[in-house]
Every structure is written in C-alpha cells, then in structure tokens.
C-alpha cells in the first residue's frame, strides 16, 4: 500500500521506475519530523517570498504549499516540501529525500547576527528591532494550548492580516530591513530571525547577554495569525489593571512587566504612527536616523536604566512618559521595582536579561523540542522567576540596608550656614517637604495626539451622541432630582 501510495505521488514515467527507486519514494511518503541522526525526512527550499499560501487536505499531515517562486509541492508536519524535481528523463526522479534538518540552521543564524549588527550601525534601527521581536512573540495567550492559535514567536508578524494591526504600525519598515538578511539566509525561520534581531540590538545598545534560544518554527498561511487586540495599550483607562491582564495573559509577572518596560530607554514615540509624542524634540531633531519623534529618554539609543531615573527624578518636558509608564511609580507593587531599578542597573539588567528571553520563547514551537543555543550564548544569565521576586522582601531588605547606612559627619561651620538659609515654613519651623512624586501629573499632558487619534476620538465621542459643536444629550429628569437631592442635603444642614 505505502508503494502504491508513493507511485502515485510521482510524475509519469515512460517505464515503471526500479526497486531502488520504489522504495526511495516509500521512505518519502512516509517522512519523520524528528531530529535524530540517520532518521530520514524531507526538508523545504524555504520560499522567497515570506507569506506563502498553506490549505489543509483533510485529516492527512500534508497540505498544499505554493509562493510566488515555490515549486508545487507538499508538506509535513514538520514544514518540509516534497518538491518535484528538475525536468529529469530518468525514472523516479519525482522526489528528493534529504536527512531532517533543524527549523533553523545554527551557521546561518551566526553569520545573520553580524549582519544584523551592521545593520544596527548603519541605519539605528536597535528600537524598532526590538519592538519587532516584542510584537510577535507578545501576542501568547498562555490559556491556548494548540500552535499556532496560541500565538507568540511564530513567524506570523510578517503576514499584512498581523501586519496591519494597529498596535503594528510602522513595523512594515523594521520587515523591509530585515528581509534582506533573510533572503541571504533561507536556513533560517522568520520566528527566529525577529527574536535574534531584537535581542542583538539590546546587546548592541549596551544592554545585556540575553540567554537566547533558537529552532522556532514559522507559521505557513495568514489564517494562523492571531486575533488583534492581544498587545498592550499606551493609554488604557486604568494603566497598571491593564498591564497586568495582557502580561498576565502572556504568563509574565510584576517584576517582568517592569523589567521589559525598561526597554523604553530605547526609541522613539511618533504621533503620525501611535498618536502619543511630540512631532520632535531637542533631543530627536536632529537623528541619528530619521530625524522627529519624542523619546522616554536623552540618549535614545543607549540601553541603560535612564528610563527609570527620567521617570522618576526628572521633570523634562521633552521626555515622553505614558500612562503606562507612570503607572509603574504610581503601583505599589511595579514601585518596587521601579525604585530598585532606578537605583541599581546591574539588578535591572540582570532581571530583564531573565524576561526578554521568556518573553522569546512565549508560544514558540521549537524544531528541535528542546531548542538550541549559538556558541556565546551559553553560560549567559537564566531568566528570572517571578515567584524568587515578592516585592515585600525586596522592600524590606532595601529599607535595612538604607538604615544600615551611617551618615556622613557634616563640619558644624557648613551644617550651620546650611540650616540659616534653608527656608522655613509654618511645621514647626522645619524646612518644607519636597512634593511626592506623581508621574502621572506630568505624563498625560504631554502626549500631542496626531489628525488621526484626534479624528478616531471625535468619531467615538459622536456615537455616544456628542459633537465639538454640541454638548453631550442631557437627562434632565435626572439632573432635577440631583437638584432636589442637593437642595434636600443643605436644608438638612441648615436645620440641625
């Protein structure tokens, strides 16, 4: 049966083809996705172009496969192609069977990885590259167990269904620098090649060794993509209760959603693209790169834990500073964190170090099951576990070590002349506190929303019935009993 079933696959032949042959094409119809040496399966020419058409042909593991540059073919399980062979006038010569390769060829990945850090030299594209492996692997629902209807790191972003997001606006350029390499390197998945991408521009940066794995497999159609919707907002009505149901959706903890926030020291915000930021600033105007937009931080393309310090110390107005950036010192739980990060870089680094690198992973098929690492990748930080992160021990040990220190002995002459000209105040002749810090008082007047987000609010605000040229239906019925209410409330006041 498996010989007939192989004969059928193969192209007419003048003359039945040989035993040898018969039983090459019965091994092919027949191929083993796994990844052990001297197991026999077929592996792909991957197609040039990246969204390649996939249907699914019943309950079989193969399905139709077919690009712009694509022979017809069929597919396993795995990903691999029974192409057809080149015009042959020989027997049998229908299919070519080849040992199963890795999703991903680790020499490929490593000559890709000097390629992307030209790049990165070249054009400053370290922010948008990050945001690029972010955005695919971010889009995980930890509650889904099938692959790909689960989301995260599979190759889908590439696809104009995923592309086309709102959340993505702008990515199709970070895809337009990429593509490049990837058509240099056809051993390599598009999964693997945003994630090497994102984490080589945070070590190029200046940030830290991210313990990467690779060997994820793509997703082949654009019906695999995941539902919009899945990735954070900039300005949720409730910021922090946000951040958490998207990371917790994800599988990520407090201290990680904190730690990956830090990535903001990095880049830019453009009104024209997400609607929040200035069109430019002191610090943006003049590049490098394409020259506008307002970033979190002075130097925007050094990875450091500035975007904390910024947040929580400065006032610039041409510093940008979302809700959701707000929201980390506004929390009492993300404080913890972000006061620790603020004061300690070699903490935050190690921390996000731990949670980029889950963040990879998140959905990810890996082809082998266990993955693999690059060479310079071993030995690197393990990612964190948000269980070794309660915020009350950490308060507790920052509060000990705070009282642990001694002060530093003042001369009288310079304790005296300072206490003369401090200001004094009404409390007891002390001098007066210092403001507490509320990020958000200054955060939200400094978006400038673009044409765009102001026509999408106005669209909102008039199907609920208002307009800028009119004021909102009124319920008088309820109005006159607030009234009376009021007018109630006072004269009980008034009598007692």
């Known amino acids: ?126 922010p ?120 917790y959706r994800m599988g990520l903890g407090d201290k990680e959603i904190v730690a990956l926030s830090g990535a903001h020291t990095l880049g830019r915000s453009r009104p024209d693209r997400s609607g929040w930021g200035k069109p430019e600033t002191k610090y943006t105007k003049d590049g490098p790169g394409e020259p506008g937009g307002q970033s979190w931080t002075v130097e925007w393309l050094k990875f450091d834990n500035s975007y904390f310090k910024d947040i929580k110390e400065k006032r610039d107005q041409d510093l ?48 082998p099951p266990e993955g693999f690492s690059l060479d310079d990748d071993k030995g690197a930080a393990a990612p964190t576990d948000e269980k070794d992160a309660d915020p009350a021990p950490v308060a507790a040990a920052d509060e000990k070590k705070n009282a642990e220190v001694e002060p530093t002995p003042v001369p009288v002459s310079v304790a005296t002349a300072a206490a003369a000209a401090a200001p004094v105040d009404d409390n007891n002749g002390a001098a007066p506190q210092p403001e507490p810090f509320v990020a958000a008082k200054y955060s939200y007047a400094k978006q400038e929303l673009s044409d765009t987000m102001k026509q999408k609010i106005r669209a909102e605000y008039e199907a609920i019935g208002g307009s800028p040229d009119k004021a909102l239906q009124s319920n008088y019925f309820l109005n006159i009993m607030l009234l009376i209410g009021g007018l109630a409330f006072l004269t009980s006041l008034l009598g007692s």
């Not at 090459?24 to 996705?33: D, L, T, V, Y």
């Not at 500073?321 to 190690?350: C, G, I, M, R």
């Open 320 to 367: 940008l500073v979302l809700p959701t950036d707000a929201a980390l010192f506004d929390d009492p739980s993300f404080k913890v964190y972000a006061e620790k990060y603020a004061d300690d870089q070699e903490a935050f680094f190690k921390d996000y170090a731990g949670a980029h690198a889950k963040l990879s992973d998140l959905g990810a098929k890996f082809d």
């Open 128 to 247: 948008i590259m990050v945001r690029l492996g972010w955005h695919d692997s971010g889009t995980h629902d930890k509650n889904i167990e099938e692959w790909p209807q689960r989301g995260g790191a599979d190759g889908s972003l590439r696809f104009d269904a995923e592309l086309s997001h709102g959340a993505n606006a702008g990515l199709i350029n970070a895809l337009k620098l990429i593509q490049p390499i990837k058509d240099k390197y056809p051993g390599i998945t598009y999964a693997d090649l945003f994630q090497l991408a994102s984490a080589t521009a945070i070590e190029e940066a200046g940030g830290p060794k991210i313990p990467m794995k690779y060997g994820r497999v793509d997703v082949t159609a654009a019906e695999q993509c995941p539902p919009e919707g899945r990735l954070p907002d900039a300005g949720p009505r409730v910021p922090a209760d946000h951040l958490r149901e998207v990371f």
């Open 1 to 126: 049966m498996a010989e007939r079933l192989a004969a059928s696959l193969l192209p007419a032949s003048p003359s039945p083809p040989s035993p040898s042959a018969r039983r090459a094409a019965a091994a092919a119809a027949f191929p083993s996705c796994s990844t052990r040496a001297g197991r026999l399966c077929l592996r792909s020419r991957p197609p040039r172009f990246p969204q390649v058409v996939s249907k699914a042909r019943g309950s079989s593991r193969f399905s139709s496969n077919s690009g712009t540059d694509e022979e017809p073919g069929l597919t396993c399980g795995c990903g691999a192609v029974l192409q057809k062979a080149a015009t042959s006038g020989r027997a049998g010569a229908g299919m070519r069977v080849v040992r199963c390769m890795a999703a991903s060829d680790a020499a490929q990945l490593k000559s890709a990885r000097e390629d992307i850090k030209e790049l990165l030299k070249t054009t400053y594209c370290h």
